[in-house]
């Protein structure tokens, strides 16, 4: 039976009709692996599934008998019809063709015997309508095929098969909030030639034969990183801007199949999907519109995205570069391109670096931090921050490739982009053979380490501030409290000034263990240049120069010619209640924030619980020593009750019986929870005192 193109899908009578309101039909050969029994010139078969049905781009066959296009859906789905079109160019009409479907693989090319194939099914269409042909089906199916009765090309500009699958309208922002919110911490894997070559941007010309680690990647060591630092996802370079790929695809030369690596049979996307579902960590895969060697076909594009949206199952981020910002929209429309991936896998949430901060074109605003600087922390939107664990800002590891910033560093910034509903992607490159430097691997193992115990909180926020000048902008003051105010957007900043100056008063004389200080992103970053860190018991003589001030007795002091980056963190061993900032030459300061953390500290009190009788009952005793040089509060607290001491005396001991009013009392533990101030900021040290089983009397 055939029909001309009706403007809704036509749905068989026998199922309830969609309401184009709220889900529209998945056209399922958007994701169906695709094949014909011959191609002429460049018009590959996969034409006829790039939604293109106005004849832009047309599969076509040679002059065969009996010409054929089939498809492979991947799985058994129902077929209720099927839509073809073979736009206004065609050389040969449609007028005496077969639809053949099948749950198993078709045996023969030959079209007498696939009609005689036990388990095929087979509309014939004769004298179809002028224009768009539509075949409705109801059948159940894997395989399909279109194939003609007589002889010549066969040509097919799109064909779409509907059923009962269906798509819920989305632009992918929910989908985008929803990623940010449940994958927060993830690695940027830039892998591929240049690596191989050493450059942060590959030669295009570079020979697809310069791709050879020279022993087998292993991706489980990736993972195995990510894990170490509590990473919930990943991101690899499927294909970056010099067009090679990671993966053996059919559409390009330029490919890791034509490389000795594996002997031309390795698939470093496929291997490294499989080591992150074994992992239990999210798929994410990076792919460049731009490609500087293939060109950017928008036919290359959709069918490499494709193979990779498909070949390996889900892949739940597909983080798009080079689009907008150097291959314009006019060229690769994006609302096509994104629609094309809702259909082929409706899962995969986009994010695109093209710089608009517009939701119009990603799911996910990216910014490219080494760039743009960190997002702003006040913007609701869901945001993706990709930055590098290289303090060089390198992406691809390279013989520029430097040391990593420091774990508070890093912890710092997933905290405070988390709060801001942001994720952060921390790229690490991975060396030539696929192995992460020992120090990055380090450094990430620290992290997660920090990540599990954290550093006492930033005590800076909301402390009083001082600066040698204010500079005002547009009518507003930039004072130095807002190098306090926990909001990364704002800055305090100084005039331009000799040896300008920024302080702050903690309060009290505390225990130090790091300061954070975060250079502007915005501009001027290079004002922020050779400069000191002062910590003092005692207010600062501010009329002295950084020399002087780092000779008086008491100042501790640290120096700096570089440049402030974003953050500098700076460890401080030291005890203190004053901390400055200040340039060693003639600038303005400015500074977004400063931030302080404390001396993360345990008390010195040794604890033991013992099990006793006394006139037939078993007693519980509890002995806590006080071996810190202040008085501390200790609690005791039991099975049988609590037991508070306000103040222990140095060297002094607190001790309590519990008693159980029973003969037998089982194994068990007291709780002795010990408060003392120290350095003027409080530590809370919580120690088990384990007793064993009693029994009295009998």
Known sequence: MTTAFAAEPVISSARAAVDPGTQELRNLLAAARTSQSSTQ???????????????????????????????????????????????SGASQQLDDFYV?????????????????????????????????I?????EQARHMRIQSAGTGPLALAEVQA???????????????????????????????????????????????????????????????????????????????????????????????????????????????????????????LYFSIWDRHNGEPVSLIKNQLREI????????YLWFDGWGWHIPYSQVEYAGLREFIHQVSPETVVANNDHFSDLATTDVLVW??????????????????????????????????????SARAIVSSLNRLNAGNSLYLLNVGPDKDGSIPASHLARLAEIGEMRQNPPGENIAVGKPATQSSTYTDAGTALSASRGVDGNFSTFAHTNSEKNAWWQLDLGAVTGLSGVELYNRTDCCTARNTDYYLFISKEPFDTSLTPEQQAAVPGVWSHHDTGQMAVPTSVATPVDGRYVMVQLAGTNYLALPEVAVYPTTRTLDVSVEATARCLGGKAFVTVRARNNEDVPAAVTFESPFGT?????????????????????????????????????????????DAAYASKTCGG
């Open 41 to 87: 010139g460049d018009r590959i078969a996969e034409y006829a599934q790039d939604g293109d049905t106005d004849g832009g781009s047309v599969a076509l066959t040679g002059d065969d008998e009996n010409a054929w296009w089939g498809a492979d859906l991947g799985a058994v789905k129902l077929i209720e019809r099927l839509d073809i079109s073979q736009g």
């Open 100 to 132: 053949l479907t099948s749950t198993m693989p078709f045996a023969s090319e030959d079209l007498a015997a696939t009609l005689s194939q036990p388990g095929v099914s087979a509309e014939h269409v004769t004298a179809p309508a002028a224009g768009p």
């Open 134 to 138: 539509s075949v409705e089906l109801g």
């Open 162 to 284: 509907f059923g009962d699958e269906t798509l819920a309208p989305s632009d992918g922002t929910a989908e985008g909030a929803e990623f940010v919110a449940e994958n927060q911490f993830g690695m940027f894997l830039h892998y591929g030639m240049g690596t191989m070559t050493n450059v942060q941007w590959a030669d295009p010309n570079t020979p697809a034969s310069a791709f050879n680690p020279g022993a087998d990647v292993d991706p489980a060591v990736w993972t195995d990183a990510m894990t170490s630092a509590g990473m919930d996802f990943g991101v690899l370079t499927a294909k970056h801007h010099d067009g090679h790929a990671l993966w053996p695809t059919r559409y390009s030369d330029y490919s890791i199949a034509n490389s000795p690596y594996q002997g031309g049979e390795g698939d470093l996307v496929g291997d490294y999907v499989q080591a992150m579902r074994d992992a239990d960590l999210s798929v994410g």
């Open 309 to 316: 949206l498909t070949r390996y199952g889900t892949i739940d």
């Open 368 to 405: 490219e931090v080494p760039v743009q600087g960190f997002p702003p922390a006040d913007d609701p939107r869901p945001k993706d921050a990709s930055d590098t664990l290289d303090a060089n800002s390198t992406w691809f590891h390279t013989t520029s490739t430097g040391a990593p910033k």
């Open 643 to 687: 037991k508070s001491f306000a103040a222990v005396a140095p060297d002094a001991s607190a001790v309590h019986s519990f008693t159980t009013r029973a003969v037998t009392v089982a194994a068990g533990a007291v709780s002795v929870e010990a408060t003392a101030t120290v350095g003027g900021a409080p530590v809370t040290t919580t120690t």
